[in-house]
């Protein structure tokens, strides 16, 4: 009964490093949506998928990439780690349409 | 693109008097709307959704949310507030079957006095 889960939990990066964060789901999902939240402003749309091999800029892209080889799997990376970047970060999957996202517990990223 | 705006960054009221949580949002089109709520250090839950049935939805935890075309508005309430209602609250827009972007509002604090 995983739902979304992300990989990992907490992570410390120096200015300049490369990190990628995992999201994996297990409800065969098409849609997945990667997120930073940051106090009072919410949760920025950084990029979503709408279905296996695909990708599409959200809200606040730059400085990211992601990946979607995989259906269950969504990957966001870091090329070079900013301080600015230093955030929480939530995945979350649906199946699109009008139907609910179901959001993993998040990734809080530090970046000194 | 869509959007939402909540009104207030943070409300406070008294345990057992009603709440009120503001949110307007912009579409083009046929916009589905959520509400979610998350407590601290915690993940999100999803409150309650509109999606053109019923303007008057009810959700979990005795919350409703009443979607008013004229207003673009879609404020949540509860007729009674708890301690445990201490939270923050995002309002969600999303325009399924066009770009499917799910966009939160920046979020309302929901704070609870004894």
């Known amino acids: 009964n995983a739902g979304v889960t992300q990989t990992p939990k907490f992570r410390v990066l120096k200015t300049g490093q490369s990190m990628t964060l995992l999201c994996a789901q297990d409800m065969n999902h098409e849609y997945m949506y990667w997120y930073r939240q940051d106090p009072g402003m919410g949760l920025r749309l950084i990029h979503y998928s709408v279905g296996e091999g695909t990708t599409a800029k959200g809200e606040v892209p730059d400085g990211y990439n992601v990946s979607r080889l995989k259906k269950q799997n969504f990957l966001l990376g870091l090329e070079s780690a900013a301080p600015s970047q230093t955030s929480v970060y939530f995945c979350?999957?649906?199946?699109?349409?009008?139907?609910?996202?179901?959001f993993g517990q998040g990734t809080r990223l530090t970046v000194v | 693109a869509q959007s939402v705006t909540q009104l207030d960054s943070h409300v406070s009221v008294s345990e057992g008097t009603p709440v009120l949580l503001r949110c307007n949002y912009s579409s083009s089109y046929s916009p589905s709307l959520f509400w979610y709520v998350q407590h601290p250090n915690k993940g999100l839950q999803l409150l309650l959704k509109y999606t053109s049935a019923a303007t008057l939805v009810k959700g979990i935890n005795g919350f409703e949310a009443e979607f008013k075309k004229s207003e673009t508005s879609f404020h949540l309430t509860k007729p009674s507030a708890h301690m445990s209602d201490a939270a923050e609250y995002f309002c969600?827009?999303?325009?399924?079957?066009?770009?499917?972007?799910?966009?939160f509002g920046k979020g309302t604090r929901l704070h609870i006095l004894p």
């Open positions: 979350a999957s649906s199946r699109g349409g009008n139907t609910e996202a179901f």
């Open positions: 969600v827009v999303s325009e399924p079957n066009r770009d499917d972007k799910i966009i």
